[in-house]
Nanobody, 117 residues
């Protein structure tokens, strides 16, 4: 079964904005730190931002001030607001869930973000 589903990707011009969404099953979302990663062909999947169940947030250095992660605990959704995007941010963006006290990591199938110059 698909446990995490991303949406909201697409084509955006440099300097523009986009919001990615990730829907998760309640049993996973309610106990999980949620995160966004990104990956380009042939490269490692890297952390973009994360948010704990309590709302504590972390960001990769290069996206600080441009991206904002948030979560809606009633809707079991996590979002990535991408502002002032640049062509270098073109990648597939993945949603990740890490429940507390488990060794399991959940991944969505990814959503493509393409930033045109």
């Amino acid at each position: 079964q698909v446990q995490l589903v991303e949406s909201g990707g697409g084509l955006v011009q440099a300097g523009g904005s986009l919001r990615l969404s990730c829907a998760a099953a309640k049993v996973i979302f309610s106990t999980s730190t949620m995160a966004w990663y990104r990956q380009t062909p042939g490269k490692q999947r890297d952390l973009v931002a994360s948010v704990t169940t309590g709302g504590d947030k972390k960001y990769a250095n290069l996206v600080k001030g441009r991206f904002k992660i948030s979560r809606d605990n009633d809707k079991n959704m996590v979002y990535l607001q991408m502002n002032n995007v640049q062509p270098g941010y073109t990648a597939v963006y993945y949603c990740n869930a890490k429940p507390k006290s488990t060794q399991w990591d959940g991944w969505g199938q990814g959503t493509q973000v393409t930033v045109s110059p």
